[in-house]
């Protein structure tokens, strides 16, 4: 992995994803993540696209620099009164955390990029849109609520994605660090994406998220409520299945981090199980990977292949038409009615159109 520091004299820039934020920040070029659906690959300022994932150039002085340009974007505001109002209804103000790269990718422990860049927008009020996959955002958690436009956008994939086409965090891992954000009361949705047809299955994700909340809130934490300090639960627990080394394993992250755990675990022990299960939401981004993933498309089509060719053909079917694309839209609308009413959960499709990665998208809830 190939970490340099980058000189830049500007963070900030406009974007035209006017559903999420009207500013983009890039703490870092490039993600050692390397996930080979990445769109960002296609873009014009990464020269080495065939070692994406193996290099990380971090941007020098960010506090300083975003300092000087959101002054200069206030400035820009007609009055004081506009300016405030703005800064604390419009949605349009909110400022989007790594659309480029993982603001949260291993490198932000030593760096610590993205916690300086959110210091300087809660000093403004302005709200972000934070896209991010890593656990590692635990470690500012305690930043997160000072505006209620706020929004983290944690992804989470099938199985069949994490273990082919990423360098990264467990799906149980995220499903964790997705349940202390979420009883934080902290505004953050699943985004299960990319999804691919007939590859991926919404029912059987949706009842993992359902059991291991379940095992997170009713089997660990009482556990480690019944100590009084953090470090001699990790002692005590055992014996070891597969699925408790990794709730272990998962602790040992979030205390090397800095997360308080005692702290988390008086915050939700009168938290109903019930009450939970209604603030999940997950919206399911489907989108076609020959158009928009054009320099690894070999790559995830052969192993695609090699997973289940019969799947594959039928993958590749729902984009060979737009009749076939909204045939299957429409079968998957109807799996998420059936799976809102069994569970009660908030599940969205978003419906891009079908020759576009980025479009109206109706049914997005941020």
């Known amino acids: 992995m190939k970490i340099k520091n980058l000189i830049i004299n500007k963070l900030i820039s406009a974007t035209s994803i006017k559903t999420i934020g ?20 296609n873009m014009k300022n990464i020269k080495e696209k065939n070692k994406w994932g193996n290099f990380v150039f971090v941007k020098e002085n960010v506090d300083k620099i ?31 955390i790594g659309s480029s790269c993982d603001p949260y990718q291993p490198v932000e422990l030593i760096m610590n990029s993205t916690r300086k860049i959110i210091d300087q927008i809660r ?3 302005l709200p972000f849109f934070l896209m991010t996959k890593s656990p590692l955002l635990l470690k500012d958690l305690n930043i997160f609520s000072y505006n209620i436009y706020n929004r983290i956008c944690f ?40 999804f691919f047809p007939f590859f991926c299955d919404l029912k059987k994700f949706v009842e993992e998220l359902i059991f291991y909340l379940f095992l997170f809130k009713n089997n660990f934490i009482p556990y480690l409520e019944l100590n009084n300090r ?56 489907i989108i076609n990977l020959k158009e928009i993933y054009k320099p690894n498309f070999e790559i995830i089509f052969n192993k695609m292949k090699n997973i289940n060719l019969y799947n594959l053909e039928k993958f590749i079917s729902v984009f060979q038409s737009k009749d076939n694309y909204d045939e299957y839209l ?7 009615l059936r799976l809102k009413n069994e569970y009660g959960i908030k599940i969205f499709l978003l419906e891009r159109e079908f020759d576009k990665f980025y479009s109206e998208d109706f049914n997005l809830k941020i």
């Open 123 to 125: 000093k403004k009020n």
């Open 230 to 285: 953090f470090e001699k639960s990790l002692k005590n627990i055992g014996p070891f299945e597969d699925k408790d080394i990794i709730f272990k394993n998962f602790f040992l992250l979030i205390k090397s981090i800095g997360f308080d755990f005692n702290c988390f675990v008086e915050r939700i022990k009168n938290v109903k199980f019930e009450e939970i299960i209604k603030k999940i939401k997950i919206n399911i981004e």
């Open 330 to 336: 429409f079968m998957l609308e109807n799996i998420i």
């Open 22 to 41: 009207d500013y983009t920040i890039n703490p870092y070029k490039g993600c050692s993540f390397g996930c080979k659906y990445c769109y960002v690959i």
């Open 155 to 194: 992804t989470i994939n099938d199985d069949i994605i994490i273990n082919n086409y990423e360098r990264s965090y467990s799906k149980i891992m995220r499903f964790l660090t997705y349940f202390i954000v979420l009883f934080y009361d902290i505004d953050i949705y699943i985004h299960y994406g990319p």
């Open 66 to 96: 975003l300092e000087k340009e959101l002054n200069l974007i206030l400035k820009e505001k007609k009055s004081e009164k506009e300016k405030i109002e703005n800064l604390n209804s419009k949605i349009s103000n909110r400022i989007i």
